[in-house]
């Protein structure tokens, strides 16, 4: 089945910083979707993409579909504490379904 | 308009006993997904629920079902637990044919020992 590569695993960074982390499939996707999860919640969604190229932003969050359409990039500028979670790539496809990436925990020092 | 509820938060099951768990889909949504979420995983797709009938399913063996009612509320049941199923149950409702307006209740974190 496809796969979904996050990368960095972990992050942890000074209050203030830029953040940057993306996701590698090993497939086209039609659609990416970045979720983030607080610790005891279940993942909220942040971003979704829909065409390769597509830049959109969320306030501080700006997310990218890659030209390729195997992968995608969030990035977070001038991070705050409440920016401490879990953020997940996803894809949607066709069976109804969502398939996540491994996540990439982010921390921050205030 | 009320969200996703998960019903019970927390509980510990011994090896090979059954489970029951329930979602209270987000108002206006009429279809129901299942996700277990392992530590330091991300979600997996368990199944979907359309009109009391399953509407797609990944990897997970038969000893993992469930049911819709009418009210669009659902049950995962997992029978002869084992360890390897100790998780975080996510459920999340959507409409049908939605690209990505899912909403997430907060979980069911099962401990089987």
């Known amino acids: 089945g496809q796969q979904l590569n996050q990368s960095p695993q972990s992050m942890f960074i000074q209050e203030g910083e830029d953040v940057s982390m993306n996701c590698t499939s090993s497939?086209?996707?039609?659609?990416w979707l970045w979720y983030k999860q607080d610790p005891g919640e279940g993942p909220v969604l942040l971003i979704a993409?829909?065409?390769?190229?597509e830049l959109t932003s969320n306030g501080r969050l700006t997310a990218q579909f890659g030209i390729t359409r195997k992968d995608s990039f969030l990035n977070i500028s001038a991070s705050i504490p409440s920016d401490v979670g879990i953020y997940f790539c996803?894809?949607?496809?066709?069976?109804?379904?969502?398939?996540f990436g491994g996540g990439t925990r982010l921390m921050v020092k205030p | 308009e009320t969200g996703v509820t998960q019903s019970p938060t927390h509980l510990i099951k011994t090896r090979g006993q059954q489970v029951t768990l329930r979602c209270s889909s987000q108002?206006?949504?009429?279809?129901v997904s299942w996700y277990q979420q392992a530590l330091g995983q991300g979600p997996q797709f368990i199944f979907q629920?359309?009109?009391?009938?399953?509407?797609g399913r990944g990897n997970f063996p038969p000893r993992f079902s469930g049911l819709q009612f009418p009210n669009y509320s659902s049950e995962l049941n997992v029978n002869a637990l084992e360890l390897d199923d100790s998780a975080l149950y996510l459920c999340?409702?959507?409409?049908?044919?939605?690209?990505?307006?899912?909403?997430f209740g907060s979980g069911t974190r099962l401990t089987v020992v």
């Open positions: 629920y359309y009109r009391e009938e399953e509407n």
């Open positions: 497939s086209i996707f039609n659609t």
């Open positions: 108002s206006g949504h009429n279809t």
């Open positions: 993409l829909y065409k390769a190229g």
């Open positions: 999340a409702s959507s409409q049908v044919l939605t690209n990505y307006g899912y909403t």
């Open positions: 996803a894809e949607h496809n066709a069976g109804n379904m969502l398939t």
